[in-house]
């Protein structure tokens, strides 16, 4: 707990979280402050997710006023039968109806 020369006060919590959504398992290390104001703010090291055959991963991100902005992110597909450059082998891919791009 933070308590300031104007009786204002807050609560800051630094650490490492742990969030397991079925076979997966999301860690990510960092700081978290709220203020006698409401007001909420940190900073994350970094983190990986993985949906659907996405992964997100993010690097250096801040949580200021309502706001999640991060150094670096990047969105990978992990299954390499759905990528572009496979899009002939997938059955029922058709030229002209595919994400609107065609050669």
Same mark, same amino acid.
């Given at each position: 707990?933070?308590?300031?020369?104007?009786?204002?006060?807050?609560?800051?919590? *630094?650490?490492?979280?742990?969030?397991?959504?079925?076979?997966? $398992?999301?860690?990510?290390?960092? $700081?978290?402050?709220?203020?006698?104001?409401?007001?909420? !703010?940190?900073?994350? *090291?970094?983190?990986?997710? $993985?949906?659907?055959?996405?992964?997100?991963?993010?690097? !250096?991100?801040?949580? /200021?006023?309502?706001?999640?902005?991060?150094?670096?992110?990047?969105?990978?597909?992990?299954?390499? *039968?759905?990528?572009?450059?496979?899009?002939?082998?997938? *059955?029922?891919?058709? /030229?002209?109806?595919?994400?609107?791009?065609?050669?």
């Amino acid at each position: 707990m933070i308590l300031a020369k104007d009786r204002s006060y807050g609560f800051e919590v *630094e650490g490492t979280v742990t969030v397991q959504l079925a076979k997966q $398992t999301a860690e990510a290390t960092g $700081t978290l402050r709220m203020d006698s104001n409401g007001g909420v !703010s940190g900073s994350i *090291e970094s983190f990986k997710l $993985t949906i659907a055959g996405l992964e997100l991963a993010i690097k !250096s991100a801040t949580i /200021k006023e309502g706001t999640f902005e991060a150094a670096e992110a990047t969105l990978s597909i992990l299954y390499p *039968e759905i990528r572009w450059e496979n899009r002939e082998k997938i *059955e029922g891919w058709q /030229k002209e109806e595919a994400c609107g791009r065609s050669r």
